[in-house]
């Protein structure tokens, strides 16, 4: 299938709402329709796009898969209650952490998700709910990485000549894939999202696993997600597009309390972007730099060393995994 992208430039977000609500009602029709919720810009509009379109023939979700940043599904769902759409906490950590174990190549391990979210966690709700559809934030530039090779995105299927009807047992339908994502900012603003989501920095969909290099277990994952708290609460008002810690898998030599340590490394990165096609690192004061190094060396237990990404996109790459 060929996607036409609509760029920024030619959006209406008033008609397009209208269109993609009456789009997703026909396509649902007196069925019921399911969707998962992260908190990212991209599927709180789907959430409240398709909550306009369904009303209570809508189930929302929020997938606690153990590897989301720190607090996320608690406060995910306590701010959308407030909105008046319910969220129901899916409990599936263990099967996530149980499929992502000894796997250590980044493509194993997003295919390890995509087939934990798509054929054993939503296929069970399916199942238990009688929904056919499942409404996605997939957007252009997820469909144009996978496409081209620079990474897989979990959420990309039927582009791949995934059939998801045979292979999950229902069908997906993805309003916002001609989107990138200014143009998903400013469906989120004409939908009434507050400014700390449709202004939230980018976050991948395979969470905080992206940016743990090696194998993912629960020790490795809190340490990325603690090192994360403090690179954004430092960072966050820098104007960047997006920043984040990231846990290497090897072992460095350091020292603590006049002691040899051998401990772990983290590296930030933090970007200057539109659209996460390309992408310069920051040019962060050194000042800043150095609080950060001691602010996670400091609170984050076992690592010695912290450095800063400073390769542009191309050729590095945004996330690491």
């Not at 430092?234 to 960047?240: I, M, P, R, T």
Request: proline fraction near 5%; glycine fraction near 8%.
């Amino acid at each position: 299938m060929e996607i036409k992208e609509l760029t920024l430039e030619n959006l209406d977000p008033e008609n397009f709402i209208q269109e993609k609500s009456r789009e997703i009602s026909s396509a649902v029709g007196d069925g019921i329709a399911i969707n998962a919720l992260s908190g990212g810009v991209d599927s709180s509009a789907v959430t409240v796009l398709c909550h306009r379109a369904l009303g209570d023939k809508l189930k929302t979700y929020f997938i606690d898969n153990g590897i989301m940043r720190d607090g996320e599904p608690e406060r995910v769902v306590s701010l959308f209650s407030k909105m008046g759409i319910p969220v129901e906490l899916v409990d599936a950590r263990s099967e996530f952490f149980d499929a992502l174990k000894g796997l250590t190549d980044p493509e194993e391990k997003r295919e390890a998700i995509t087939q934990t979210f798509y054929r054993k966690v939503f296929s069970r709700i399916v199942k238990e709910s009688g929904a056919r559809y499942l409404l996605h934030g997939t957007i252009y530039t997820d469909v144009e990485e996978t496409i081209a090779g620079i990474k897989r995105q979990h959420n990309i299927l039927e582009q791949l000549g995934i059939d998801t009807e045979k292979e999950f047992g229902y069908s997906v339908l993805e309003p916002l894939i001609q989107l990138r994502k200014p143009a998903v900012r400013e469906i989120a603003k004409a939908l009434g999202l507050p400014e700390e989501i449709y202004n939230r920095p980018p976050f991948p969909g395979p969470a905080l696993v992206a940016r743990v290099i090696g194998e993912v277990t629960p020790e490795r994952i809190e340490t990325v997600r603690k090192a994360t708290v403090i690179v954004e609460e430092e960072l966050s008002g820098k104007g960047a597009f997006q920043c984040m810690a990231v846990l290497h898998g090897n072992r460095v030599t350091g020292m603590r309390d006049g002691k040899r340590d051998y401990g772990l490394q983290i590296e930030v990165r933090c970007w200057d972007s539109t659209d996460a096609t390309t992408a310069k690192p920051t040019r962060l004061p050194f000042e800043v730099l150095e609080r950060l190094a001691e602010r996670i060396t400091n609170d984050v237990p076992g690592i010695v060393s912290v450095t800063y990404n400073i390769t542009s996109k191309p050729p590095s790459t945004m996330e690491v995994v």
